[in-house]
């Protein structure tokens, strides 16, 4: 095995290392509670670190064993499978740049507005949502508050970082601010009384907004009915999206320099085995 095949098949194990960080990325989105109900592109990013992974194992045997043909396919295909990556990337900024998010003084959770959100998220969510509320009702995403973090009273709970399910908040038109809280506990201005983190009671403007009429102490309704859920579903995505984009950025531009390199190798090796051949008479 000459040196440059030797050079192709070490960056090809190196290729088959950075599959690894997208496949985890992909994993980390699919276990996450509210990737699971809405599963957006949870498998897509597992099965492209799988293709990465096989498409390098394969340039590594091309490369070892001197099988010029399939360090070829290895090439092109991993030029199309680094396409589909940064697509992906690029596509990930784009639906999760606008942040629908703001700090609310006195509160250490932020709140959000749907509007905040990019247009293609809201309506994603929007036609996905009956499949999606059935799926967090089920869930004790809300029940956690009151499990995990006994709260004793109304003050301790304010001072609480909730996730964005657990609060959030909504602009429902350019004229009229209307505030709410998220998927697990009622809008803030329809000036609920706190008992503890998923039950209130005797509002102070209950006709304030629709939501207010629709918040309900019962466990399995809580607000995933209210606007504000798919506002606090939105902030939940993003905030994954943008940390699983982080790998996929850092395993792309990996990808990149091994591919570039591996062009170079690759093309030193058949220069090298043309002139082997020219030396042995057969050109």
Same mark, same amino acid.
Not at 70 to 85: E, G, P, S
Not at 228 to 245: I, Q, V
């Given at each position: 095995?000459?040196?440059?095949?030797?050079?192709?098949? %070490?960056?090809?194990?190196?290729?088959?290392?950075?599959?690894?960080?997208?496949?985890?990325?992909?994993?980390?989105? @699919?276990?996450?509670?509210?990737?699971?109900?809405?599963?957006?592109?949870?498998?897509?990013?597992?099965?492209?670190?799988?293709?990465?992974?096989?498409?390098?194992?394969?340039?590594?045997?091309?490369?070892?064993?001197?099988?010029?043909?399939?360090?070829?396919?290895? %090439?092109?295909?991993?030029?199309? %499978?680094?396409?589909?990556?940064?697509?992906?990337?690029? /596509?990930?900024?784009?639906?999760?740049?606008?942040?629908?998010?703001?700090?609310?003084?006195?509160?250490?959770?932020?709140?959000?507005? %749907?509007?905040?959100?990019?247009?293609?998220?809201? &309506?994603?969510?929007?036609? &996905?949502?009956?499949?999606?509320?059935?799926?967090?009702?089920?869930?004790?995403?809300?029940?956690?508050?009151?499990?995990?973090?006994?709260?004793?009273?109304?003050?301790?709970?304010?001072?609480?970082?909730?996730?964005?399910?657990?609060?959030?908040?909504? /602009?429902?038109?350019?004229?009229?601010?209307?505030?709410?809280?998220?998927?697990?506990?009622?809008?803030?201005?329809?000036?609920?009384?706190?008992?503890?983190?998923?039950?209130?009671?005797?509002?102070?403007?209950?006709?304030? &907004?629709?939501?207010?009429?629709?918040?309900?102490?019962?466990?399995?309704?809580?607000?995933?009915?209210?606007?504000?859920?798919?506002?606090?579903?939105?902030?939940?995505?993003?905030?994954?999206?943008?940390?699983?984009?982080?790998?996929?950025?850092?395993?792309?531009? @990996?990808?990149?320099?091994?591919?570039?390199?591996?062009?170079?190798?690759?093309?030193? @090796?058949? @220069?090298?085995?043309? /002139?082997?051949?020219?030396?042995?008479?057969?050109?």
């Amino acid at each position: 095995m000459g040196v440059s095949n030797n050079i192709t098949a %070490l960056l090809n194990f190196v290729g088959l290392l950075c599959s690894v960080p997208v496949i985890g990325a992909g994993i980390w989105l @699919a276990s996450k509670q509210d990737n699971e109900c809405v599963r957006l592109a949870r498998w897509p990013v597992i099965i492209l670190g799988v293709l990465l992974m096989l498409v390098s194992l394969a340039g590594f045997v091309g490369a070892y064993w001197n099988k010029q043909g399939l360090l070829a396919a290895y %090439l092109f295909c991993m030029a199309a %499978l680094i396409v589909l990556l940064l697509a992906l990337l690029i /596509f990930a900024f784009a639906v999760t740049r606008p942040d629908g998010s703001y700090p609310v003084p006195g509160r250490a959770y932020r709140e959000y507005r %749907l509007g905040g959100f990019s247009v293609w998220l809201r &309506h994603y969510v929007a036609d &996905h949502w009956p499949q999606i509320r059935t799926c967090l009702s089920s869930s004790d995403v809300c029940q956690k508050l009151g499990r995990n973090q006994p709260y004793l009273t109304a003050d301790q709970f304010f001072r609480t970082d909730l996730t964005p399910l657990q609060a959030s908040i909504i /602009f429902l038109s350019s004229f009229l601010l209307v505030l709410t809280s998220g998927c697990c506990k009622p809008p803030t201005v329809c000036g609920y009384g706190y008992v503890n983190p998923t039950m209130w009671n005797n509002p102070s403007n209950p006709m304030v &907004h629709v939501d207010c009429a629709i918040w309900s102490n019962d466990q399995s309704q809580l607000c995933y009915d209210c606007s504000s859920c798919e506002a606090g579903l939105l902030g939940n995505l993003r905030k994954e999206w943008r940390k699983a984009n982080v790998a996929l950025i850092i395993a792309a531009v @990996a990808l990149i320099w091994v591919y570039i390199i591996g062009c170079s190798a690759f093309k030193n @090796a058949q @220069a090298q085995d043309l /002139f082997r051949r020219y030396k042995q008479g057969y050109v």
